[in-house]
T-cell receptor, first 113, second 113 residues
Framework: DTGVSQNPRHKITKRGQNVTFRCDPISEHNRLYWYRQTLGQGPEFLTY????????KSRLLSDRFSAERPKGSFSTLEIQRTEQGDSAMYLC???????????FGNGTRLTVT | GQNIDQPTEMTATEGAIVQINCTYQ??????LFWYQQHAGEAPTFLSYNVLDGLEEKGRFSSFLSRSKGYSYLLLKELQMKDSASYLC??????????????FGSGTQLTVLP
């Protein structure tokens, strides 16, 4: 069990550029979540996959954000036309079942300049 | 909307006991989780309550009262390494079998020598 893996760990980009992050969940976990966290705040839910199906997406999420999990294993989160307000830590988490705790990766820290 | 409240900061002395409170008002309830997060690291799971009462796990205990929308995390025999942010999170049912973990803003605990 290598845990949830995210890359890159850090990303600096200029405003207006597109960025893509990757998450590899724990192998037997079929549920995958993306969260965003800013300094001094708790993680904020973005979206949820069960296997390859995206079952829930936050209403607060801009349409510049899109996530995929094409084969029900790894997932990608893309942000198009980045804005300075997108600067945050993007956390991925996975779980085995509805009643089991979420296991988080170490996150990707995005800085938009 | 979902509302989860916890104190922003707490300070305690090494060897002491500290209680971190959490109150919640959410559209549904399917369990309450406590996570620990050190600066720059992923949140790590500490405890889970779905029924009323106390769950004990070594130096950590968590209590839940669903009728009062209230939980607390109790940390005994505090150690310097317990200095971290403690996140209260409520699992909320979504459509179908989906569940969403909604977090409070976290309580930053500082343990002093």
């Amino acid at each position: 069990d290598t845990g949830v893996s995210q890359n890159p760990r850090h990303k600096i980009t200029k405003r207006g550029q597109n960025v893509t992050f990757r998450c590899d969940p724990i192998s037997e976990h079929n549920r995958l979540y993306w969260y965003r966290q800013t300094l001094g705040q708790g993680p904020e839910f973005l979206t949820y996959f069960q296997n390859e199906a995206q079952l829930e997406k936050s209403r607060l999420l801009s349409d510049r954000f899109s996530a995929e999990r094409p084969k029900g294993s790894f997932s990608t989160l893309e942000i198009q036309r980045t804005e300075q307000g997108d600067s945050a830590m993007y956390l991925c988490a996975s779980s085995y079942a509805n009643n089991s705790p979420l296991h988080f990766g170490n996150g990707t820290r995005l800085t938009v300049t | 909307g979902q509302n989860i409240d916890q104190p922003t900061e707490m300070t305690a002395t090494e060897g002491a006991i500290v209680q971190i409170n959490c109150t919640y008002q959410t559209s549904g309830f399917n369990g309450l989780f406590w996570y620990q997060q050190h600066a720059g690291e992923a949140p790590t799971f500490l405890s889970y309550n779905v029924l009323d009462g106390l769950e004990e796990k070594g130096r950590f205990s968590s209590f839940l009262s669903r009728s009062k929308g209230y939980s607390y995390l109790l940390l005994k025999e505090l150690q310097m390494k317990d200095s971290a942010s403690y996140l209260c999170a409520v699992r909320i049912p979504l459509s179908g079998s989906a569940r969403q973990l909604t977090f409070g803003s976290g309580t930053q605990l500082t343990v002093l020598p």
